[in-house]
């Protein structure tokens, strides 16, 4: 235990509250570490001293701040093995995706810093004597909330954007995954990031994230997590012009066509699936599969998942690890009560906690397979958020995409053809953010990633996340 604390204007302090909240390894039950327990008093002095540095960090070249983003990326490349232990030791995550992951947040900080490099405004010639140029400015002090899932790489989706476009910024991370986040502010610090361009505040969500979602300093909210908390984060911004960009719960389809690789087919839905354990916003989490290959393709989907191996992820033959918390698995146990109590749907494997001493401390829960699901049925319904998949088998096309819409969500969906005209006419008709044509959940940091129904507002990643965290002046010249 080392008792991390967070960071407010370039300083590791503990809360104003001298309260801590312990962090647990979800494997074992074990106390980690702990961080404080911050509260509105915290969240003022962040933004504060976001607000000081503001004026020095928007009038750098955009080079200077991606030359940090950079430094910084290299840190996390040299130190990529603690960093990942410590994902997994607090996340859960087997080590191999949590090293993918820290590895990740130093690609997404390298991107920003090549993108520095090209950021520019623009120029409208008039009449022979004046002229329009357009400047793209930093909004301001931002507040970034993010969830435990993926907490390395959602900072960097955050910061990266903010910082490279000159704003500051208060972070809050998840209360069960802080220790990542604030390693990687620490790091972001030693590469030279001036005290105060990047907060930590740690805490609960009512507790930190409302003072920093209601803060009048504070010009945008980048929030990723549940869509409950998204409306009540749009509620609670309701009675301002501040921009928000809310990036939530997803419940993605999988189109299974029947001219597939059968095999390349079921390896996609296990990684789409049971990555993370299930824990990822834009899983399978709903697969339709056609009539004319199901059997087949529903015995070797079974096979492949009732062979992965559950355990704690710092073992290496391991393939996934428990889930993040106990309420989390607690969801996992009462949606699939449902499930049997209702008669929705043919449990094929899995569905309980695995049994043996190695797995009685621990959140852990068994890759589990739904057949026959019903079309209310809450694992339709309802996101599920961990490792659970309920096939529908469809009679084609049509039926697929009607029922893949048939839901609040719409982040990410996958069509798996071989067919070029079953692509492209599923692809115009799925209502999601993103349309994945035989792979599903990459989403790299140079293309757009975001949902639309409930699933969100606005956009992460690419050129485009740039608009999230700038102004446009426009300034009319008469020579
Ligand atoms: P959550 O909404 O419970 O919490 C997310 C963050 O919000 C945490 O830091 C939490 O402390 C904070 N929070 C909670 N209540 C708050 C409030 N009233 N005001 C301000 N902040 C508050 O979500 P979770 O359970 O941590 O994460 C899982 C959810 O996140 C899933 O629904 C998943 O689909 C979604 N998610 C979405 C994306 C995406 O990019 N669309 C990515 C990852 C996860």
Redesign the pocket.
């Known amino acids: 235990m080392i008792a991390m604390r967070m960071l407010i204007d370039g300083e590791f302090i503990e809360s104003s509250s001298k309260e801590t909240i312990g962090i647990k390894n979800p494997a074992t039950g074990e106390f980690i570490d702990s961080v404080p327990l911050g509260n509105s008093d915290d969240v003022g002095r962040a933004v504060d001293a976001a607000e000081k540095a503001f004026d020095d960090w928007s009038a750098m070249v955009p080079r200077e701040r991606g030359k940090i983003l950079f430094k910084a990326a290299q840190i996390v490349r040299e130190r990529a093995r603690g960093l990942a232990e410590i994902l997994t030791s607090e996340q859960g995550k087997p080590y191999k995706e949590a090293r993918d992951e820290v590895l990740g947040f130093a690609n997404v900080l390298e991107y920003y810093n090549g993108i520095s490099a090209s950021l520019q405004g623009g120029f409208v010639p008039l009449a022979s004597d004046r002229y329009c140029m357009v400047l793209k400015q930093p909004v301001g002090v931002c507040g970034a909330?993010?969830?435990?899932?993926?907490p390395a790489i959602?900072m960097g989706w955050k910061v990266g954007p903010a910082l490279v476009t000159g704003n500051t910024m208060v972070l809050?991370?998840?209360?069960t995954s802080p220790l990542t986040d604030l390693s990687l502010a620490s790091i972001l610090t030693e590469a030279g990031l001036p005290k105060g361009v990047l907060n930590v505040v740690t805490g609960?969500?009512?507790a930190v994230?409302?003072p920093l979602?209601t803060n009048s300093k504070v010009r945008k909210i980048s929030?990723?997590?549940?869509?409950?908390?998204g409306m009540?984060?749009k509620e609670l911004t309701s009675g301002s012009l501040k921009r928000i960009t809310l990036?939530?719960?997803?419940s993605d389809p999988m189109i299974v066509c029947d001219d597939v690789d059968i095999d390349t087919a079921v390896e996609g839905a296990v990684r789409g699936r049971f990555y993370n354990c299930g824990q990822t916003?834009t899983a399978v989490k709903r697969l339709f599969v056609f009539e004319s290959i199901a059997e087949e393709y529903i015995r070797k989907l079974s096979s492949r998942i009732s062979g992965l191996k559950v355990g704690n992820g710092m073992n290496k033959d391991v393939d996934i690890g428990p889930l993040n918390n106990y309420d989390q698995r607690e969801k996992m146990i009462s949606q699939m009560k449902r499930v049997r109590e209702n008669n929705e749907g043919i449990v094929v494997t899995g569905g309980k906690i695995p049994e043996g001493p190695q797995y009685d401390n621990g959140f852990f829960y068994t890759p589990t397979l739904v057949r026959d699901v019903i079309k209310d049925s809450v694992l339709l319904k309802e996101?599920v958020?961990g490792p659970i998949l309920p096939v529908v088998v469809v009679k084609d096309l049509d039926e697929a995409i009607e029922l893949a819409n048939d839901t609040r969500y719409g982040?990410g969906a996958s069509v798996w053809t071989r067919d070029i005209k079953k692509a492209t006419y599923a692809t115009a008709r799925l209502q999601s953010g993103i349309v994945w044509i035989n792979q599903h959940t990459k989403a790299p940091a140079d293309v757009p990633?975001g949902?639309i129904k409930d699933?969100?507002l606005g956009r992460e990643n690419g050129l485009d996340s740039l608009y999230e965290y700038q102004e446009i002046k426009t300034v009319m010249v008469n020579v």
Do not use: A, D, M, Y
């Not at 909330?145 to 993926?150: A, Q």
């Not at 929030?223 to 908390?229: A, D, K, L, R």
């Open positions: 909330i993010i969830p435990w899932n993926v959602l809050k991370p998840s209360s609960h969500g009512q994230g409302e979602v929030f990723t997590g549940s869509t409950e908390t009540r984060i990036e939530l719960g997803g916003c996101e958020f982040l990633f949902g699933s969100g």
